[in-house]
């Protein structure tokens, strides 16, 4: 086994799932994950892809996000709504509140730590 690990879907079956009904705030987001690492103390790393749609977040987790294409708005709960893009990266850290609006179908890859 080696220690490399291309993050690669086309060897990982997604997961299909959607926010939970008492989050949805508008539209009929679809989620597909590729869990490509799943790591014992609650590490995880893959891609994640949405449909357009609008939902409330909170975080327990530390989540780093690299936007790999797609358009979305995040807004943290009292605070700015920050439009993430192809390109952009950046970290949700435990205790974010908000909401998640895809604009365009968005995909990224992630690192988790629970």
Do not use: Q
């Not at 679809?30 to 690492?37: A, D, M, P, S, Y």
């Amino acid at each position: 086994m080696t220690a490399f690990l291309s993050v690669d879907t086309k060897n990982v079956e997604p997961e299909s799932g959607a926010p939970a009904p008492d989050r949805l705030i508008s539209g009929d987001p679809k989620f597909r994950t590729w869990n490509v690492e799943e790591r014992d103390g609650g590490l995880y790393a893959g891609v994640w892809e949405s449909t357009p749609g609008k939902w409330s977040i909170v975080y327990d987790e530390w989540e780093f996000c690299h936007i790999l294409s797609g358009v979305s708005v995040v807004t943290e709960e009292g605070g700015a709504a920050r439009t993430v893009k192809t390109g952009d990266s950046f970290v949700l850290r435990p205790g974010f509140k908000g909401s998640w609006e895809v604009l365009e179908t968005t995909r990224k890859e992630y690192v988790i730590k629970l």
